[in-house]
């Protein structure tokens, strides 16, 4: 990256305007549909890194879906007015093959063009700092194998501000993110290696926690059993990442910000989620790095209490209850519900 930049931040980050333009060399991949007002943020935040290359992937219209036609349209009209000095390479969809499939076969087809890249979907608005940060970070670990991800996303997880301008995780975010040829060749949306793995102790090796093991074990089956298309795209790349041992590099502070939850989504419906439009704050230069390459395992317990699974498990097994009370006789059932019992395979931290 051509460093020679000055921005000035205005309260909303989305504003800032940069006085000095960079020039990127690491291509940015842009996946899109039918949300155009989203994607021109998108695409504002990105002409202010002005890559050299970018990639987009479209989907098509769903069938019956007159407005997909003219949303899809006004989305790839606002793709022909980019108006930097970019190369703009395109993979369009002139049919709908849905939210799992379209990121799947998008992103293998960038990594069959670049040898690395930043990838951004159409509601996820960076930070201008996230491009450099991911360009540096790209270039450090280009040959590194322990590491296959490098994530703009930190939900407040990090309680302690930490010394270093990251940490690895096992968890790879992909609201806003980067990695390389050499670690996405290992996606595979069928998860084949998954009957291989399923019965042995890796998973609980990696992570260390019994219970978020029952939990993606219960995610790989459904994802081995169902297909991308009714799980979408990322839980195969997390599961990559886990099979080949790569950590994630996640940032100390937000880069990203997530403006796609909302009623009209197809996973983040609700606008109260701690991930909603958390906005982004600027990475700090030069990088500090960690000396060591390895997990920060109390940021990853953090992690997994935020992202409610130990939280959604115990819902489960309410749910589980109520319905073997609802069974019983009704002198029996008043006598258990007026019990309290917490499941023997609770984890607490």
């Given at each position: 990256?051509?460093?020679?930049?000055?921005?000035?931040?205005?309260?909303?980050?989305?504003?800032?305007?940069?006085?000095?333009?960079?020039?990127?060399?690491?291509p940015?991949?842009?996946?899109?549909?039918?949300?155009?007002a989203?994607?021109?943020?998108v695409?504002?935040?990105?002409?202010?890194a002005?890559?050299?290359?970018?990639?987009?992937?479209?989907?098509?219209?769903?069938?019956?879906?007159?407005?997909?036609?003219?949303?899809?349209?006004?989305?790839?009209?606002?793709?022909?007015?980019?108006?930097?000095?970019?190369?703009?390479?395109k993979?369009?969809?002139?049919?709908?093959?849905?939210?799992?499939?379209?990121?799947?076969?998008?992103?293998?087809?960038?990594?069959?063009?670049?040898?690395?890249?930043?990838?951004l979907?159409?509601?996820?608005?960076?930070?201008?700092?996230?491009?450099r940060?991911?360009?540096?970070?790209?270039?450090?670990?280009?040959?590194?194998?322990?590491?296959?991800h490098?994530?703009?996303d930190?939900?407040?997880?990090?309680?302690?501000?930490?010394?270093?301008?990251?940490?690895?995780?096992?968890?790879?975010?992909?609201?806003?993110?980067a990695?390389?040829?050499?670690?996405?060749?290992?996606?595979?949306?069928?998860?084949?290696?998954?009957?291989?793995?399923?019965?042995?102790?890796?998973?609980?090796?990696?992570?260390g926690d019994?219970?978020?093991?029952?939990?993606?074990?219960?995610?790989?089956?459904?994802?081995?059993?169902?297909?991308?298309?009714?799980?979408?795209?990322?839980?195969?790349?997390?599961?990559?990442?886990?099979?080949?041992r790569?950590?994630?590099?996640l940032?100390?502070?937000?880069l990203?910000?997530?403006i796609?939850?909302?009623?009209?989504?197809?996973?983040?419906?609700?606008?109260?989620?701690?991930?909603?439009?958390?906005?982004?704050?600027?990475?700090?230069f030069?990088?500090t790095?960690p000396?060591?390459?390895?997990?920060?395992?109390?940021?990853?317990?953090?992690?997994?209490?935020q992202v409610?699974?130990?939280?959604?498990?115990?819902?489960?097994?309410?749910?589980l209850?109520?319905?073997?009370?609802?069974?019983?006789?009704?002198?029996?059932?008043?006598?258990l519900?007026?019990?309290?019992?917490?499941?023997?395979?609770?984890?607490?931290?």
């Amino acid at each position: 990256m051509r460093k020679k930049q000055t921005c000035r931040i205005d309260d909303d980050f989305t504003a800032c305007k940069p006085v000095v333009l960079q020039v990127m060399e690491t291509p940015v991949a842009l996946l899109v549909f039918n949300r155009p007002a989203a994607t021109e943020q998108v695409l504002d935040a990105v002409r202010a890194a002005r890559p050299s290359k970018l990639l987009v992937i479209a989907d098509g219209p769903r069938p019956g879906r007159t407005d997909d036609e003219e949303n899809c349209a006004a989305v790839r009209a606002i793709i022909d007015r980019v108006d930097w000095n970019c190369d703009v390479i395109k993979n369009y969809s002139d049919i709908n093959l849905g939210v799992g499939t379209r990121p799947a076969t998008g992103l293998r087809w960038v990594f069959d063009q670049v040898e690395q890249a930043i990838v951004l979907e159409d509601d996820c608005v960076a930070h201008p700092t996230f491009f450099r940060y991911c360009d540096e970070l790209l270039d450090k670990y280009r040959d590194d194998k322990r590491v296959m991800h490098v994530s703009g996303d930190n939900w407040n997880f990090c309680k302690v501000p930490p010394r270093f301008s990251y940490f690895f995780s096992w968890y790879c975010y992909s609201c806003g993110w980067a990695t390389w040829r050499r670690a996405f060749q290992h996606y595979d949306p069928e998860i084949k290696l998954w009957g291989e793995l399923r019965q042995t102790s890796w998973m609980l090796e990696i992570l260390g926690d019994a219970e978020a093991v029952e939990f993606w074990s219960g995610c790989f089956d459904k994802l081995y059993t169902e297909g991308v298309e009714r799980n979408g795209w990322d839980w195969p790349w997390l599961f990559a990442c886990w099979a080949q041992r790569g950590l994630s590099i996640l940032p100390r502070a937000n880069l990203v910000t997530n403006i796609g939850f909302g009623a009209d989504a197809t996973h983040t419906t609700r606008i109260d989620d701690e991930r909603a439009f958390v906005p982004g704050v600027a990475m700090e230069f030069p990088l500090t790095h960690p000396p060591i390459i390895a997990c920060s395992a109390a940021v990853d317990r953090q992690i997994v209490e935020q992202v409610g699974l130990r939280r959604q498990r115990y819902r489960v097994y309410r749910r589980l209850r109520r319905t073997c009370l609802a069974a019983l006789p009704k002198t029996l059932r008043r006598r258990l519900s007026s019990a309290t019992v917490t499941p023997a395979s609770r984890v607490t931290t």
